[in-house]
T-cell receptor
Framework: AQKVTQAQTEISVVEKEDVTLDCVYE???????LFWYKQPPSGELVFLIR??????QNEISGRYSWNFQKSTSSFNFTITASQVVDSAVYFC???????????FGTGTRLKVLA | DTGVSQDPRHKITKRGQNVTFRCDPI?????LYWYRQTLGQGPEFLTY????????KSRLLSDRFSAERPKGSFSTLEIQRTEQGDSAMYLC????????????FGDGTRLSIL
């Protein structure tokens, strides 16, 4: 069965601190895809990144970086120098090779305090 | 560039009534998905279409739920004889055809059952 676990329910940090959101996944597929989405208070899910299972390179985009480790089935997300606008719920999602549905984690609510 | 559009944004109805939601995907996207999100949870997959064909349905999609995408463009999700447990945010997403393409979500329709 496919599963995504985001053990951190809520994290609070002070502005300019770095923060890492954890994501652990389970799948039997050899080809799969991992995603991060941001859901601000307004409600829409905003796509942040996609990672293929055969590409373990880490990625950096501005203040965002992602660490994909197949050995530990983790796909963690780090925000450097957090800002108040980063406050949102962040979801990690898993897509398989034989289906197009995503399995989402329960999300991590990030609060960045000024 | 227009994103995924959902209508209405909010729907309040009495238990037992039927409701219908509409989703207009990004114009060049062949795939369209419906998800349901309850408070404090990640989105849960309901069903998806490739063009006009409904290719996968979740067990969550009881016989009171029906979705259509008659001309491969917009889609409707109907819930008959609504129940209290149907209260949720209903999210629509669309994507291009390739399996690793990210799904782009609309703002959702929030359904409240009185």
């Amino acid at each position: 069965a496919q599963k995504v676990t985001q053990a951190q329910t809520e994290i609070s940090v002070v502005e300019k601190e770095d923060v890492t959101l954890d994501c652990v996944y389970e799948t039997r597929d050899t080809t799969y895809y991992l995603f991060w989405y941001k859901q601000p208070p307004s409600g829409e899910l905003v796509f942040l990144i996609r990672r293929n299972s055969f590409d373990e390179q880490n990625e950096i985009s501005g203040r965002y970086s992602w660490n994909f480790q197949k050995s530990t089935s983790s796909f963690n997300f780090t925000i450097t120098a957090s800002q108040v606008v980063d406050s949102a719920v962040y979801f990690c999602a898993l897509g398989g090779s034989g289906t197009y549905k995503y399995i989402f984690g329960t999300g991590t609510r990030l609060k960045v305090l000024a | 560039d227009t994103g995924v559009s959902q209508d209405p944004r909010h729907k309040i109805t009495k238990r037992g009534q039927n409701v219908t939601f509409r989703c207009d995907p990004i114009s060049e996207h062949n795939r369209l998905y419906w998800y349901r999100q309850t408070l404090g949870q990640g989105p849960e997959f309901l069903t998806y279409f490739q063009n006009e064909a409904q290719l996968e349905k979740s067990r969550l999609l009881s016989d009171r739920f029906s979705a259509e995408r008659p001309k491969g463009s917009f889609s409707t999700l109907e819930i008959q004889r609504t129940e209290q447990g149907d209260s949720a945010m209903y999210l629509c997403a669309s994507s291009l055809l390739a399996s690793n393409q990210p799904q782009h979500f609309g703002d959702g329709t929030r359904l409240s059952i009185l």
